[in-house]
């Protein structure tokens, strides 16, 4: 396979949640998604556990079970006051960015099920989740691992986004793709080819705006 000729500062730059540019009539090729996870298992996790797991969703009955869930979630969160759509209401720069957002999201809400390939990263965890304190550390040997499956999937031509907005219904999705209980989900990334030519950097607040030195 040949990787799109991009630097690692523009991979990084330009690897964005892509929902309505997803192409959901191309068909996926399997082997683009295990290189990608291949990729993927190089990434850090806590004691070098390597805990992960990864299913990967090509039934088209699961995928639009799978949805059914989404949609049902993504109506609720849009409804919200943490709606995307909702940030930044009384900011005239960033208010037009967070709708635009929020359309994005209520787009893959209705088409998650439509999406070639599911990726629902996993945690086996024997001891169950531990107390909320020390989450950040669980999850934290999970995320690495799913951000480094979506840059490369990007350099294979994919596109991809991270959502973890099915986990309201964690249990049934659960129930469907017949987890095991000490499997937990981390996230959801609906992965296709895309439409359009390429991707761009996203604007973002200068960084004086969130740096600190040595203390707030």
Known sequence: MTLLPLTA?????????????????????LALVRE?????????S??????WHFLVVTDPERRAAIGE???????????SERSAARLHADDPLRAPVQQRVG????????????????VIPCLRLPGGLPAS?????????LHPAAWSYMLAARLRGLGTAWTTLHLAYEMEVAALLELPADVHQGALIPTAHYVGETFRPAPRQPLEQVLHLDRW
């Not at 869930?69 to 409804?79: F, G, I, Q, S």
């Not at 359309?103 to 599911?118: F, I």
């Open 9 to 29: 500062d523009e991979l990084l730059t330009t690897t964005r949640s892509v929902r309505k540019r997803l192409d959901l009539e191309r068909p996926v090729d």
């Open 36 to 44: 990608a996870l291949t990729v993927a298992l190089q990434a850090p």
């Open 46 to 51: 806590g004691s070098n556990a390597q805990g």
């Open 69 to 79: 869930y989404y949609r049902l979630a993504v109506e609720a969160y849009l409804d």
């Open 103 to 118: 359309d994005s999201v209520a787009h893959l809400g209705r088409t998650m099920g439509q999406v070639p390939v599911l």
């Open 133 to 141: 304190g020390t989450q950040a550390a669980v999850w934290g040997s």
